[in-house]
C-alpha cells in the first residue's frame, strides 16, 4: 500500500473518483462458490431440525436464499457505490453500531438466547449489530489511518487515541458476551495499525497488553474457564464442556476421505448443537469428506490471496487499508472457525462467513466483498 498521497488521492491518501474497470473475477468466483457450498450445507445440516420445529424442512433453507439474495444485492449495491464516497459516512456508521450494540443490552430490545444478548428483533427480522460493527471498526479506521499517518509512529498522539476510539466496540461485544467477535475485530485493528505504520516496539507492547487482558476475559467467566479445560481434555467433561468438540471431532473422522454424502449426516439428527450455524464445518466434513473441506479452506485462500493482492496494489492509502481490514475481518473470523471445529482452539460462538446459517452475517459480509470488487474496479 503506498504510503505517501498518488496520483487520484489528496492529502493524507484520501481517495478521489478514478474511473473504474472490470472487478476480480477470481475473488467474486471464490465467494459465490463458498455461498453455494454454504447454501446447500444450510439446508442439508437443517432440514430435520426445521422439520421438527416447523413442520418444514426447507424453513432454514428458504430463510438462508432470502439473506443469500439480500446479500448478493448489497454485494452489487456496493461493488457501483464508488469507495472514494465512503469516508463521509465512516463516523455516522460507527456511531450507529455502537448505538446497536448498546441496544442489545437494553430489556425488552436486546434478546437473550442462551445467556448472550447480541441481537435485536425488529418486527419479523433478527439482526446482530456486532456484524455492521466488524464493517464500522474497518471503514473508520481506514480512513482515520489514511489521514492521519503522521502520527501513527508516535503512541500518545497516533496510538493511544485511535486504541481508545478502538476499545468502544471492542468492550461492547465482550460484554454481550461475544468473545470470538471481539478477538477477530481486535486482530483486524491490530493488523491495520501494523499497516498504516506503527512502530514495532509500540505493536509489541500493545501485544503483551493485550494477553493479560485475554487472559482476564477468559477465566472472569466461568462458562470460558471450562471451556478452556474443555479445549485441553474434551473427554474429562465428554457430557458437558467437551460435548461440542468431541461431536464435531466424530462428524469430521465419520466423513473419511470422501465423506457419506449430502444429507447423510448423522450428527445433523441432534447430535451436534449450532449444526448449522458455527459447527457447520463440521458436518461439511461428515458429509462431503476431507475433499470437501480443503476444498472449502482453498476457497478461503483464494479469497486471502486476492483480498490482499489488492490491499498491496489499491491506487490509494484509504482502499488499501480498506482492502486489508475487510480481508482480514473475512479471513481471521474463518479461521476461528475452522480452529473451533476442529479442536484446534477453545470452543467460541462465531459462524463461517458465506457457509453458516444466518441474515446480518451473511448479508454484511456479501456486502464486504462488494466492496473489495469495487476497490478492484479501480486498482491495475
Known sequence: MPSEPVPGTRAGGVPVRLKGGEPDYVLLGAVLALLAIGTVMVFSASASEALERFQNPYHFFELQLMWAGLGLLAMWFFSRFDYW??????????????????????????????????????GPLVIQPSELGKLALVLLFAWLFARHQDRIGDFWRGVVPHLALAA???????AEPDLGTTVAMGGTFLVMLFAAGVRKRHLAGLGLLALPALAWAIFAEGYRRQRIFAFLDPWKDPLGAGFHTIQALLALGSGGLFGVGLGHSLQAFGYLPEDYTDFIFAILGEEL??????????????????????????????????????????????????????????VTGITLPFISYGGSSL??????????????????
Open 363 to 380: 448479508v454484511l459480509s456479501l456486502a464486504s466483498v462488494g466492496v473489495l470488487l469495487n476497490i478492484s474496479r479501480h486498482t491495475g
Open 289 to 346: 469428506g476431507l475433499l470437501g473441506t480443503l476444498t472449502v479452506i482453498v476457497l478461503f485462500m483464494v479469497v486471502a490471496w486476492r483480498g490482499y493482492r489488492l490491499a498491496m496494489r489499491a491506487p490509494d492509502t484509504f482502499s488499501g487499508l480498506l482492502a486489508l481490514g475487510l480481508t482480514t475481518m473475512i479471513v481471521l473470523q474463518a479461521a476461528i472457525n475452522i480452529g473451533v471445529v476442529t479442536a484446534t482452539l477453545p
Open 85 to 122: 464516497r465512503w469516508p463521509r459516512w465512516a463516523l455516522p456508521l460507527f456511531g450507529a453500531a455502537c448505538a446497536g450494540l448498546v441496544a442489545v443490552m437494553v430489556p425488552h430490545v436486546g434478546l437473550d438466547i442462551n445467556g448472550a444478548r447480541r441481537w435485536i428483533k425488529l
Open 168 to 174: 468502544v466496540p471492542l468492550l461492547l461485544v465482550l
